[in-house]
């Protein structure tokens, strides 16, 4: 068991467009709102409604207090049933 006093993890989606063949390009930021360095396990959804299918991914190491500015590009599975949508896209990290 490790203790840590980094987190929570706030995020903010600045971009999101259609990039072909039904991808999505996502520009987001992440915040380390507590006081000590961490990575966030991180999952985007495509309506805020967390799915088994969702893209999850490890965020880069973070100050406390500071924020990292990523970008990705999201590309559909073909047996999702759900797209992903520019507008409703987020980013959950915890």
Do not use: H, K
């Not at 992440?30 to 999850?56: K, L, Y």
């Amino acid at each position: 068991l490790t203790l840590t006093d980094a987190g929570p993890f706030s995020t903010q989606v600045t971009s999101a467009s259609a990039a072909g063949d039904g991808a999505v390009a996502v520009a987001f930021s992440i915040t380390n709102d507590g006081a000590g360095e961490g990575r966030a396990d991180c999952r985007f959804t495509r309506d805020g409604v967390p799915r088994p299918d969702d893209v999850a991914f490890r965020a880069p190491a973070i100050a406390g207090g500071d924020f990292v500015s990523l970008e990705r590009e999201l590309t559909p599975e073909p047996d999702s049933p759900v797209a992903y949508v520019p507008e409703l896209i987020s980013v959950i990290c915890q």
